[in-house]
């Protein structure tokens, strides 16, 4: 049994197939980035889901990308947590750059890969490797047009009274606001980010409103003067996105591209199916 997976903040994509690539099932974990959760708490959310811990023992290959897996430090408490668990596999762990890059994009093409779902990326791959001239910093400072930046606006602009009085009403019918609860999700519970990032779908659900709306442009520009234009040919590429906030916003990231001369690709939500693609044909 072989595991292709898809790890981001919030959630992680599993999917099981056997040596020819037939699909033997699939399933859902809470997000696995090793800048949110140590090997502990990785092993205990693999071990919540029944399909993964009564197959443990079968499984003989794992592939792994994932959020917060940028450094060697970082990448090796997902190797470790998944090498313990899965005692006869031998484990690849990337971080989720890698992933976007072989769900979205032919080996031999040329793309500039972007990452817009709960935390953000930006990398250029030139068909064979993956080139990056930024390192993140994390979600604290970067993850710049992620759900975790656009949710964080959201509620900020709640807690500075700047928000029209019209979504102030439906925030609140639909989030707990207040400002201890708010306060311990981002300060005292793990995963702050994921946190943050669950206020992004009032966002996209209110995307017409002129002050959301602005939100939405602004952070789309910044992410392209600051991410997508750092490389020198990103005119000449395709943009290729994964991620939800790229897929649900697909209508406004094309136009604000446009806008910039620059033009979109492969856009998709969940990676996990261009994976299991990309490792049936050409692995």
């Known amino acids: 049994m072989i595991l292709v997976v898809d790890s981001g903040a919030t959630k992680a994509d599993w999917i099981a197939v056997d040596n020819e690539g037939k699909r033997i099932f699939s399933t859902q974990t809470k997000g696995l980035s090793p800048e949110a959760v140590d090997k502990t708490e990785i ?17 003989k290959k794992i592939y792994f990308y994932g959020a917060g897996c940028g450094s060697e430090g970082l990448k090796s408490i997902v190797y ?19 992933g976007a890059v072989y769900a979205t994009t032919e080996p031999g093409t040329k793309a500039i890969v972007c990452i817009l779902g709960t935390g953000s990326n930006c990398s250029y791959f030139d068909g064979k490797k993956l080139n990056q001239k930024i390192s993140s910093l ?9 759900g975790n930046k656009l949710g964080g606006e959201l509620v900020k ?22 400002i201890n609860e708010v306060k311990d999700n981002l300060y005292k519970k793990s995963n702050p980010n994921a946190y943050l990032a ?46 939800s906030i790229a897929f649900y916003l697909k209508d406004e990231l094309k136009k604000k591209l446009i806008e910039n001369g620059l033009k979109i690709g492969n856009v998709q939500r969940k990676p996990i199916d261009g994976l299991i693609d990309y490792h049936i044909k050409y692995q």
């Open 43 to 59: 092993i205990n959310r693999i071990n919540e889901r029944f399909d993964l811990s009564q197959n443990k023992e079968e499984v």
């Open 80 to 98: 470790d947590a998944l090498n313990e668990y899965f005692t006869n596999a031998d484990v690849l762990v990337e971080e989720d750059t890698y």
């Open 138 to 146: 994390g979600y604290l400072l970067m993850d710049d047009c992620s």
């Open 157 to 178: 602009a709640h807690n500075l009274r700047i928000l029209p009085k019209e979504l102030v009403e439906k925030l609140e019918a639909e989030y707990d606001m207040d």
């Open 198 to 243: 669950t206020f992004a779908k009032f966002v996209i659900q209110n995307k017409e409103h002129e002050f959301l709306k602005a939100i939405i442009d602004r952070h789309m520009q910044y992410f392209i003067d600051y991410y997508i234009n750092q490389y020198e040919n990103s005119k000449e590429l395709p943009i290729n996105f994964v991620g």
